[in-house]
């Protein structure tokens, strides 16, 4: 039987591993834009998107790159007593830019001597071989993530979300990625999609499995105030997920992973303020608390149900 620590491969476990001491990932708004709010593809965006709810520095901590790293390490050293630190580039998409651009923005983070690693969150279509090859040149001193948001494999949801990409350019993403080996990929998924049935959602573990990502984050579908989505709520044309039925899907999500995918997360952060519904996700560590508990009750854990 399973240890319950052992029952998923928790971030943190893997960075202790990877470096020997606790590290903290700091998260940071280095002002770039996306090209499904800029026009080039929408103006309207994801149907749930509002960064200022998904980013931390983008609503508590703005100002210059510097300035945002240095408040996330004091932050982290003193909050987590870290030692080492992970820059996140993650509000908005952080490859759409010029090449100049993105060199200067990314190598901010190399003037930090305590810094071992950097992320970069973007969108599957916004990567080429120029871009990568770029990232590539930071593997040799730093650990180094791209993060792509995917957050389903089906094109219907993709269309309905109007995500403005399809699974196959994910695919392309990754196939272009690991030519450069020592970039790490890590996936975004969200749990509770419109019209999404659990099928769906263990069709996009499946693939994910497949693939033999080296991270994945899972995400619960959260109505922020302002949003598209929000106007489906108002007009039930929407009905948020229950905590219950999270936690099953997210439970059976993991044992269909690959068992060496790194879970960088599997909750959801959103300010109460900006948070129209469910209320629950508010509470992270019960969210963490009940996913933990069903694999240790139902004797489930990540890779169980995962085939080569």
Same mark, same amino acid.
């Given at each position: 039987?399973?240890?319950?620590?052992?029952?998923?491969?928790?971030?943190?476990?893997?960075?202790?591993?990877?470096?020997?001491?606790?590290?903290?990932?700091?998260? =940071?708004?280095?002002?770039?834009?996306?090209?499904?709010?800029?026009?080039?593809?929408?103006?309207?965006?994801?149907?749930?998107?509002?960064?200022?709810?998904?980013?931390?520095?983008?609503?508590?901590?703005?100002?210059?790159?510097?300035?945002? =790293?240095?408040?996330?390490?004091?932050?982290?050293?003193?909050?987590?007593?870290?030692?080492?630190? &992970?820059?996140?580039?993650?509000?908005?998409?952080?490859?759409?830019?010029? @090449?100049?651009?993105?060199?200067?923005?990314?190598?901010?983070?190399?003037?930090?001597?305590?810094?071992? $690693?950097?992320?970069?969150?973007?969108?599957?279509?916004?990567?080429?071989?120029?871009?990568?090859?770029?990232?590539?040149?930071?593997?040799?001193?730093?650990?180094?993530? &791209?993060?792509?948001?995917?957050?389903? &494999?089906?094109?219907?949801?993709?269309?309905?979300?109007?995500? $403005?990409?399809?699974?196959?350019?994910?695919?392309?993403?990754?196939?272009?990625?690991?030519?450069?080996?020592?970039?790490?990929?890590?996936?975004?998924?969200? &749990?509770?999609?419109?019209?999404?049935?659990?099928?769906?959602?263990?069709?996009?573990?499946?693939?994910?499995?497949?693939?033999?990502?080296?991270?994945?984050?899972?995400?619960?579908?959260?109505?922020?105030? $302002?949003?598209?989505?929000?106007?489906?709520?108002?007009? $039930?044309?929407?009905?948020?997920?229950?905590?219950?039925?999270?936690?099953?899907?997210?439970?059976?999500?993991?044992?269909? @992973?690959?068992?060496?995918?790194?879970?960088?997360?599997?909750?959801?952060?959103?300010?109460?303020? @900006?948070?129209?519904?469910?209320?629950?996700?508010?509470?992270?560590?019960?969210?963490?608390?009940?996913?933990?508990?069903?694999?240790? =009750?139902?004797?489930?854990?990540?890779?169980?149900?995962?085939?080569?």
């Amino acid at each position: 039987m399973k240890k319950d620590q052992d029952r998923y491969y928790k971030f943190s476990r893997y960075l202790k591993e990877r470096f020997g001491c606790r590290v903290y990932k700091v998260s =940071i708004d280095a002002g770039f834009s996306c090209p499904n709010k800029d026009g080039r593809l929408s103006k309207q965006g994801c149907i749930y998107c509002d960064n200022s709810a998904f980013s931390f520095n983008t609503r508590i901590c703005p100002g210059p790159i510097e300035h945002q =790293i240095r408040e996330g390490i004091n932050f982290g050293r003193k909050r987590y007593g870290a030692e080492k630190f &992970i820059v996140y580039f993650q509000a908005y998409t952080n490859t759409y830019a010029p @090449l100049d651009v993105l060199k200067q923005t990314y190598d901010t983070a190399t003037r930090f001597g305590n810094v071992a $690693g950097i992320a970069i969150g973007t969108r599957p279509d916004c990567v080429d071989e120029q871009v990568l090859d770029l990232i590539d040149s930071y593997t040799s001193d730093y650990e180094v993530w &791209i993060e792509y948001g995917l957050q389903s &494999i089906h094109r219907k949801t993709l269309q309905f979300i109007n995500r $403005g990409h399809l699974y196959e350019d994910f695919l392309k993403a990754v196939e272009l990625t690991r030519k450069r080996p020592k970039i790490k990929i890590c996936a975004h998924v969200i &749990i509770g999609l419109p019209e999404e049935t659990g099928r769906d959602i263990l069709e996009t573990a499946g693939e994910m499995s497949r693939l033999k990502l080296e991270g994945i984050k899972i995400h619960p579908l959260h109505v922020i105030k $302002g949003t598209k989505l929000e106007e489906f709520f108002n007009k $039930g044309l929407y009905k948020p997920m229950q905590l219950d039925d999270y936690v099953g899907l997210v439970a059976d999500f993991l044992e269909h @992973l690959w068992p060496n995918t790194v879970i960088q997360r599997i909750t959801a952060d959103c300010p109460s303020q @900006l948070l129209a519904v469910p209320r629950w996700i508010l509470n992270k560590n019960q969210v963490i608390r009940e996913i933990e508990s069903a694999l240790s =009750i139902e004797d489930k854990f990540q890779g169980r149900l995962y085939k080569e």
